[in-house]
């Protein structure tokens, strides 16, 4: 079992409605949890960042974590063809360094 | 701020040859740096974690004779691939970590490497 499962997709929405980008998680462990934004040939970019189950909001973005489901999700509000790229989930354990990332979820937003 | 650079951007090479990358950040030191690999379509894996002024730890599978890390300076690693194969041939990701306290990781652009 990998320690980070997301859906690939693709997934392609119109423009301005509402996308649910989901990954589950199998270490119990306390942790921290990233969704990075990349671009085709392109380097990651960090979008959110959390710790604690709930959620966290900023701007068009919220991410929310269920660690009872052990399953995080990034909503993205009024989508735009700019956000058209693969949004990558990752997590990192407590006290360690190491990212382990999900394989990403290509997502396009059609005008 | 948290920017980093990588360098070459694009490279091709022949087989049997070997490719050095670089990783500064620019403008903040880097305590930690990461390179991963990430295949077409694929997610990123890491490779090694390097500290500045001491060896890299590679991960399982990694062969550290293959692929040389430096870690000379807090601005700077380099990612050394010798007698690259065609199989090496992929998209090479850095990213740095800042002083004790920061958390976040801040990714370079990468380097597409073909190896012909």
């Known amino acids: 079992q990998k320690e980070v499962e997301q859906d690939p997709g693709p997934l392609s929405v119109p423009e301005g409605a509402i996308v649910s980008l989901n990954c589950t998680y199998s270490n119990s462990a306390f942790q921290y949890f990233m969704w990075y934004r990349q671009y085709s040939r392109k380097g990651p970019e960090l979008l959110m960042y959390t710790y604690s189950s709930g959620n966290k909001e900023d701007g068009r973005f919220t991410a929310q974590v269920d660690k009872s489901s052990k399953y995080i999700s990034l909503f993205i509000r009024d989508s735009q063809p700019s956000d058209s790229a693969t949004y990558l989930c990752a997590r990192r354990n407590r006290g360690a360094q190491k990212l382990v990332f999900g394989q990403g979820t290509r997502l396009t937003i059609n005008p | 701020g948290a920017v980093v650079s990588q360098h070459p951007s694009r490279v091709i090479c022949k087989s049997g040859t070997s490719v050095k990358i670089e990783c500064r950040s620019l403008?903040?030191?880097?305590?930690?740096m990461f390179w991963y690999r990430q295949f077409p379509k694929q997610s990123l894996m890491l490779m090694a974690t390097?500290?500045?002024?001491?060896?890299?730890?590679?991960e399982q599978g990694v062969e550290k004779d293959k692929f040389l890390i430096n870690h000379a300076s807090l601005t700077l690693s380099t990612l050394t691939v010798t007698s690259a194969h065609p199989e090496d041939s992929s998209f090479y990701i850095c990213?740095?970590?800042?002083?004790?306290?920061?958390?976040?990781?801040?990714f370079g652009p990468g380097t597409r490497l073909t190896v012909l």
């Open positions: 390097s500290n500045e002024g001491s060896k890299a730890t590679y």
């Open positions: 403008d903040f030191q880097a305590t930690t």
């Open positions: 990213s740095a970590r800042g002083l004790a306290g920061t958390d976040t990781q801040y």
